[in-house]
Structure formats: structure tokens, C-alpha cells
């Protein structure tokens, strides 16, 4: 055990991913001693297997997708095919391009002592990894998030899928049932529906993506339908699941019966749980089922352990961990602190039509009891709509009853992009007349922002 | 069972094999303070053991507390009252 004042390392940051790999560049090149322990590869989620990954995937499939619809344009597409292993291919050759996968030697050139093997506190100042203590004035929990082993009956039996695992599968599967329907798992519904899968997306609530606004889950529930054929089947809950074949029966309850479907493969995306096995309690760091508690500061219950991340909060998206790795290394080794601010942090579902919303959404400002105007633009409204054949979609922009801009939700080609502008109005705190004087461009999709806000601003 | 993690004793800085044997005894001397059938208690106390080895696999190194919370837990699904005596019985007089 470490005497007081001589400790290895100044700070000791647990998972190399956006959080924790940001924390520790930050504090090395504040000439401090850092150790970087990771548990599974270099990196982290985003570029081995999350957001990097999955969006190379989609941006091939959704080229795929446009190609092959390109008939009604005057373009041939009837021979058109993909092979699956040269899109793996694209997405390894993606992966290796990011330079922040598998990146162990990065963080020893940067000065970063790197270390491989399951962490485990032992006391506030000592952690264990690979059986060898290591001590530290600071430490930085930025272990993440992974998925739970679901409680279904038969689970055991089968063979299932996570985000994690669902991208390494050779071929794709004729048909794929997916449990869950955040963003994520809405990406991977429209992923193997345009590869040809016969998707099913289950999900307990009254609509699809029930974290976004209503007009989001129904309009996309409706255009995963008419489009791709997928099963949308809302308020289901999986009851079990068995082994038959090379495949799984997947039997669910919805409304007052119970039904079963063969699938090929179950794909379970919604079980992410903040990743806290790492001994806190002899570390005296407080925890519940949602993840590690922090103040304002990222500090834990104690003082000189912060937690950043999915650790924090499992749904927490890349951007908001690296902001709060940030803040994290920023506040161990300053007086003055610093609070991360998460309330405009765009939240991107990268579909056909993609989502995006940012600031506050419908429901917020009903459970805060805000008094709010609120205008929607369909996609019809615009001349892009017509140029591009392309309808389903929207712009939705919410004001408080002074006109002052609070959030916004797009629902179109290129929304991630879109949003940039509606979380800039916010954060200038412009007026919805404010955003429908400036100029967009004529038959440009930011042109429904416009719309939008002009409805309000009348 | 060498993959299994060592148990770490804080006050002597020194480590251990985990010893199922032991485990066991507790968690045997709990179920039976709370009145348990000769059945459940052994039927109980395999299912403790497996979960704690099996989260043993997954680990390097863990200090006996950790051993006794894992237990703890897992002992509590059987018999929220074992569970508590098992967790507490070195608070206890």
C-alpha cells in the first residue's frame, strides 16, 4: 500500500475510451504522470465497435440503397448487388483509419503508461490490474458501458447478439429480431433491412425511439414499414426465446396475445448498463443500477476519484464523454473548476432519413411545466423535397412564449448536419424570428428550418 | 481453479487462493441461523459458490470483502435473511 504523498502515477484513468483516453492526453501534457488501464482493446467502444463501425456500415448501405432505388431517376440499377465480406472490409479499413483503435502504442508514445488486464480497486489510493498495485494521487473511472445478460426465459439456450457482437457476423443473417429501439437500435434495423434481412423491432413502449418526440417514432415507425418492410411491433415485450435449428423462436406477448417468429439471429440493444464491477466500494465510491454518482464537479463520493462517461451514465453518447473527460482532467488539477454543460448536446440517429434533435424536446418542457409554442415544417414545404423525391420528414422547432428558441428535432437527409444550425440559435439564445430572417438557401434542406421558425415567428 | 482471482487481504498485504470449502461453511452457518431446510440450504449454497467462481473468472484480484459481497448478493435471491446474516455476521455479537 501506498505511504501518503507517494503514489506511482498523479492520475490513473480506468478505460481508454472517448473519456478516458481524452483525460489522460489532457493531464499528460500538463506534464503529469499518467497510467491508462484498459481492460478490453485500446480505444474504447466508439472506434472498435460503436458509432465508427456502425456508420461506415451504414454509409454503404445506404449508397446500396440509393443506387438501387435510382430507377425512378432514369438511372439502371437492376444489377446491382453488394458483396458483404468487402463491406467488412470497408469497415476494418475505416476502423484502422481512425488511428484510435487498438491504440496502446499511441498513449506510450504520448508518455502514457498503459497497462492491459481487468482493474479492481483495493483501497481509495490502490488499484490491482493484471495482480500488480498500482497507486495514484487522482483516478479517472471511464470504464463505460457494456450489455447485460437480458432476463428472458431460455436465454441460456441461445446464442444472442449485442451492438458489440453483431457487426463480426460473416454473412447477413435472412432475418433478425431486435429488442429494443433506441438509436442505436434503430440503425441496425435499417442496416440489415436494406442488406435484405427481414427485420422485426420490438419495443415495450407505445411507439419506436420513445426517448424522442412523438412525431419522431411514429413517422419513423411508419417509414421503416412502407419502406423497408420491417415489423414494427410496438408494445411487445419477449417473453422467451429457444433454441430451433440454426436459429431462435422468439416468442413475445403484444396486446392480449402471445406470438412466436423464427429468426436467424436476436440482436438485444437494450440492455446497456453502466460498467461498475471494479471494487468501488473499497474505494468508497457511491453507485447505483444507473451508474457511478458524481457532483456537478464529475467528483465521486470520493473526492479525488472522478467518473466520466457511460460509467455515469450508460446511454451517454461519444460527444458528452469526451466533454466530460475534459472537465474531468481540468477539474483534478485546478482550483478553479468547471461543470460540463450536456444541455445542447446533439443527439444523432444516423438513419435515412437521420434524426436529430437537440435542447429541449416536447416532453421535457411538459415535465418542467414550460409554457411553449411549438411549429412543425414537413419536408412537403420545401423544394428540396420535389428535387429529391424525398418526403418523410420533418422539422420541428420548440419557443417559450417569448419566442426565445429551446430545442428542435429534424427528421431528414442529413439532419446531423441540419441540427448544427437550431443548437447554435439556442446557444446564441435567438429568436425563432431571429432564425426565419436569415437566409438559407434556396433548395437546400435547411430551408424547412427557416419554414419553422417562421411559422413561429408569426 | 487457478484462473480464478487471489483475494487480497488488506492487512497483511498478502494474497490467497479462493477456498470454496470455506465459502461454503459461512454460507452454510448463515442459512442454518435463519432456519432453512437441510434441501434449500445445500441447494443454496452450490448456487452461491458457482456464481461467486464464475465471477471469479472474470477477474484478477479482489479483496475478501468483495468475495463476501458477491456472496452476499447472490445468497440474498435464495433468502433475503441469509443474505443479510452472511453479510453482517462479523458486525453481529
Known amino acids: ?60 448501405a445506404n449508397l446500396y440503397e440509393e443506387a438501387r432505388l435510382g430507377n425512378r431517376f432514369g438511372i439502371r440499377s437492376s444489377m446491382l448487388g453488394y458483396n458483404y465480406p468487402s463491406i467488412l472490409q470497408w469497415k476494418d479499413k475505416v476502423i484502422s483509419r481512425t ?14 503508461a498503459t497497462f492491459h488486464g481487468v482493474a479492481h480497486f483495493m483501497s481509495p489510493h490502490e488499484i490491482s490490474i493484471s495482480r500488480k498495485h498500482l497507486t495514484a494521487r487522482n483516478f479517472l473511472i471511464a470504464t463505460g458501458s457494456h450489455f447485460a445478460t437480458p432476463d428472458i426465459y431460455g436465454i441460456d439456450s441461445i446464442t444472442y447478439q449485442t451492438p458489440k457482437t453483431i457487426l463480426s457476423l460473416p454473412k447477413v ?8 429501439s433506441s438509436s442505436e437500435a434503430v440503425e441496425y434495423a435499417q442496416l440489415f433491412a436494406i442488406l435484405g434481412s427481414k427485420v422485426y423491432i420490438a419495443e415495450r413502449s407505445m411507439r419506436l425511439m420513445p426517448e424522442e418526440d412523438a412525431e419522431v417514432g411514429e413517422l419513423i ?18 417473453a422467451s426465446v429457444e433454441k430451433r435449428g440454426l436459429g431462435v423462436r422468439v416468442s413475445y406477448a403484444r396486446g392480449n396475445a402471445m406470438r412466436s417468429v423464427q429468426v436467424d439471429e436476436i440482436l438485444f440493444a437494450n440492455n446497456r448498463v453502466a460498467s461498475t464491477d471494479l471494487g468501488l466500494e473499497n474505494a468508497l465510491v457511491n453507485y447505483t443500477a444507473a451508474g457511478i454518482t458524481v457532483n456537478d464537479n464529475l467528483q465521486t463520493s470520493s473526492q479525488h476519484i472522478y467518473a466520466a462517461g457511460g460509467a455515469i451514465d450508460a446511454s451517454s453518447p461519444t460527444q458528452v464523454a469526451m466533454l466530460q473527460g475534459r472537465v474531468a482532467a481540468h477539474n483534478m488539477f485546478h482550483k478553479a473548476t468547471s461543470q460540463p454543460d450536456s444541455s445542447l448536446i446533439p443527439r444523432i440517429t444516423f438513419t435515412n432519413p437521420g434524426i436529430a434533435s437537440v435542447g429541449l424536446s416536447e416532453n421535457d418542457c411538459i415535465k418542467r411545466d414550460l409554457a411553449i409554442n411549438q411549429a412543425v415544417a414537413p419536408l412537403t414545404m420545401i423544394a428540396r423535397s420535389n428535387t429529391s423525391d424525398f418526403s418523410n420528414g420533418f422539422v420541428k422547432l420548440i419557443t417559450d412564449k417569448k419566442g426565445i428558441l429551446l ?33 438559407h438557401a434556396f433548395l437546400s434542406w435547411s430551408e424547412a428550418v427557416r419554414v419553422a421558425a417562421g411559422k413561429l415567428a408569426q | 481453479m487457478s484462473d480464478l482471482a487471489l483475494i487480497y487481504d488488506k492487512t497483511t498485504q498478502t494474497t490467497s487462493s479462493f477456498s470454496s470449502d470455506s465459502l461454503a461453511h459461512s454460507l452454510n452457518n448463515a442459512c442454518l441461523a435463519v432456519g432453512l431446510s437441510d434441501g434449500v440450504i445445500q441447494d443454496a449454497v452450490t448456487r452461491v459458490c458457482h456464481s461467486v467462481s464464475q465471477w471469479l473468472l472474470q477477474k484478477d484480484e479482489v479483496t475478501s470483502d468483495d468475495v463476501r459481497r458477491q456472496a452476499a448478493a447472490a445468497l440474498s435471491v435464495v433468502s433475503a435473511e441469509a443474505g443479510y446474516i452472511y453479510e453482517n455476521e462479523n458486525a453481529m455479537i
Open chain 1, 1 to 60: 500500500m501506498a505511504q501518503s504523498g507517494q503514489f506511482d502515477y498523479d492520475l490513473i484513468v480506468i478505460g481508454s475510451g472517448a473519456a478516458g483516453s481524452t483525460a489522460a492526453l489532457i493531464a499528460t501534457k500538463q506534464k503529469k504522470r499518467v497510467a491508462l488501464l484498459e481492460a478490453g482493446t485500446f480505444g474504447g467502444e466508439s472506434p472498435n465497435w460503436g458509432d465508427v463501425p456502425t456508420k461506415a456500415m451504414l454509409h454503404a
Open chain 1, 99 to 112: 488511428g484510435a483503435a487498438d491504440n496502446r502504442q499511441y498513449y506510450e508514445k504520448n508518455g502514457i
Open chain 1, 173 to 180: 443473417p435472412h432475418s433478425i429480431f431486435i429488442v429494443g
Open chain 1, 221 to 238: 415507425e411508419k417509414h421503416l414499414h412502407s419502406t423497408k418492410d420491417i415489423s414494427c411491433l410496438t408494445q411487445t415485450q419477449v
Open chain 1, 407 to 439: 430545442g428542435g428535432t429534424v427528421v431528414a437527409p442529413h439532419a446531423g448536419e441540419i441540427i448544427h444550425e437550431v443548437a447554435l440559435a439556442i446557444h446564441a439564445g435567438m429568436s425563432a424570428s431571429d432564425l426565419a430572417s436569415m437566409q
